[in-house]
């Protein structure tokens, strides 16, 4: 049996969502692009039928992928336990005064150009359960470094 992964009732959402349109519109794009080839004619020698075979495939391979992370999903309701937690929007302040803000997410959630992150990341379990006015050590590459919390949310 898998692990079960946490994730936030948003990330599993939108993990439907992602799988909906895998089936559907781009199953679609995949049948329509088959069909261009086809009509072109002698299929041994046509690198338009071999590129949409190898979009079929990896297209089915990840909606197994995200099933299967569906099917492994333990939802955290945002805000249901005390301190920060999975769904937390989190403003800190490092030593410098610089600003961070962060959505705490499961690892199936992460994109750290959003400012998504793990809570299994160094900073994730760092602010695990911590509340404004708390301040927190990080293990980083390059040394431990504090930040206090300014505010939490759960939007």
């Known amino acids: 049996m898998a692990e079960k992964m946490k994730m936030t009732r948003k990330g599993y959402d939108q993990l439907k969502k992602t799988i909906e349109h895998l089936k559907t519109t781009r199953r679609e794009q995949i049948s ?14 046509s690198a338009a039928y071999d590129q949409a075979r190898m979009d079929q495939s990896e297209n089915e391979a990840r909606i197994l992928e995200l099933e299967d992370q569906l099917e492994n999903a333990l939802i955290i309701e945002e805000g249901a336990q005390d301190g ?17 803000r962060f959505e705490i997410v499961g690892t ?23 509340r404004v006015g708390d301040t927190v ?12 919390v300014l505010s939490v949310s759960y939007e």
């Open 84 to 100: 920060v937690t999975l769904g937390a929007h989190v403003v800190l302040q490092d030593g410098t005064g610089r600003e961070h």
């Open 137 to 148: 050590s990080v293990q980083m590459p390059r040394g431990t470094q504090e930040f206090k």
């Open 108 to 130: 199936y959630e992460v994109d750290i150009l959003k400012g998504k992150i793990s809570d299994q990341s160094p900073i994730g379990q760092a602010l695990a359960g911590s």
């Open 32 to 45: 329509a692009d088959m069909g261009v080839a086809i009509a072109d004619g002698d299929l041994r020698e």
